[in-house]
């Protein structure tokens, strides 16, 4: 069965910045979309940014300007730069991709922190 194998995540001052990967362990057909989400601790797993298939993407209010997504020529591998990170940037980060026949996976998740 095919998994998502994220990388990237770990400590850094606010201000820094990280680069998470989000590459599949096997081949997947009918990407329609590809995404990263994340959670914090007591709240909801949230959407942070989207990219679907023809490129377009999507950016949660909280983060635009701040962070890019994108993908690689493949398309099988999701980026999220992550710049200018703030405190409450703080989470456990998680990739998503959905398919064209509405198979769907999960990342394991990547701890991200920022402090001081």
């Known amino acids: 069965q095919v998994q998502l194998v994220e990388s990237g995540g770990g400590l850094v001052q606010p201000g820094g910045s990280l680069r998470l990967s989000c590459a599949p362990s096997g081949r997947i057909f009918g990407i329609s979309t590809m995404a990263w989400y994340r959670q914090a601790p007591g709240k909801q797993r949230e959407l942070v940014a989207t990219?679907?298939?023809?490129?377009?993407?999507n950016y949660a209010e909280s983060v635009k300007g701040r962070f890019t997504i994108s993908n690689d020529g493949a398309k099988n591998t999701v980026y999220l730069q992550m710049n200018s990170l703030k405190p409450e940037d703080t989470a456990v980060y998680y990739c998503?991709?959905?398919?064209?026949?509405?198979?769907?996976?999960w990342g394991q998740g990547t701890q991200v922190t920022v402090s001081s």
């Open positions: 990219i679907t298939s023809g490129g377009s993407t």
């Open positions: 998503y991709v959905a398919t064209i026949i509405s198979r769907n996976y």
